[in-house]
């Protein structure tokens, strides 16, 4: 969904521990989406996508779950390192569409 | 992998000036271009999706008089803020789309910080 409000979720976790991040998006026709990571200053970078055919999608460290039921959306991020302290933001598309719809973001703190 | 560039990578200037920001695909052609504005702490909202050879399409509430976008070739896409003033302070973000990757998201650049005095 659409990002709204000011004050941007945070997670912390320590070093070594597993992290979820959630996001619930509100289309109910996208199809198709996206995590990103923003360091601070930098632009998003693309980490894994799934599409809606899918419920579960794995990569390096990061596994990506989709509820197309209840419109949920997460990252998990298996042994969490400092490198991974970010913004993470999920993004939503539908159909012919090649313009995605970034959802709030969630601060991701991890302490050594 | 694609790679966006986008310059300057950060921008002070006075209030009243004009300021152009450079976004170049650095391996691939990108017929589409997307500017973005991110305000601290929020996320990312699409300002314009800039066309190659034809007009910018600006989202609504989007000054298209306030932030030209010319497209003239398939690698760079550049953005003015003409007449910029403390409230046009803020990150923007540009990115393209590699058609040659089919359905493969956007590629971002690492942004402008623009600050007006």
């Known amino acids: 969904g659409e990002s709204v409000g000011l004050h941007l979720p945070t997670l912390s976790v320590q070093e070594g521990d597993n992290s979820i991040i959630n996001c619930a998006y509100s289309?109910?026709?996208?199809?198709?989406f996206i995590w990103y990571k923003q360091e601070s200053g930098k632009g998003p970078q693309f980490i894994i996508d799934?599409?809606?055919?899918?419920d579960k999608r794995q990569g390096q460290r990061v596994t990506v779950l989709l509820n197309k039921t209840v419109k949920h959306l997460s990252l998990q991020i298996a042994a969490t390192q400092p490198g991974d302290s970010a913004v993470y933001f999920c993004?939503?598309?539908?159909?012919?569409?090649?313009?995605?719809?970034f959802g709030r973001g969630t601060s991701l703190i991890v302490h050594p | 992998g694609a790679v966006v560039s986008q310059h300057p990578s950060w921008v002070i200037c006075k209030s009243g000036t004009s300021v152009k920001i450079e976004c170049r695909s650095l391996d691939f052609q990108a017929t589409t271009m997307f500017w973005y504005r991110q305000f601290p702490k929020q996320s990312l909202m699409l300002m314009a999706t800039?066309?190659?050879?034809?007009?910018?399409?600006?989202e609504q509430g989007v000054e298209k008089d306030k932030f030209l976008i010319n497209h003239a070739s398939l690698t760079l896409s550049t953005l003015t803020v003409t007449s910029a003033h403390p409230e046009d302070s803020s990150f923007y973000i540009c990115s393209a789309r590699d058609p040659g990757q089919g359905a493969q998201p956007q590629h971002f650049g690492d942004g402008t910080r623009l600050s007006i005095l």
């Open positions: 993004a939503e598309k539908s159909g012919g569409s090649y313009i995605p719809t």
């Open positions: 289309n109910s026709a996208s199809d198709y």
């Open positions: 800039s066309n190659e050879g034809s007009k910018a399409t600006y």
């Open positions: 799934i599409r809606s055919n899918m």
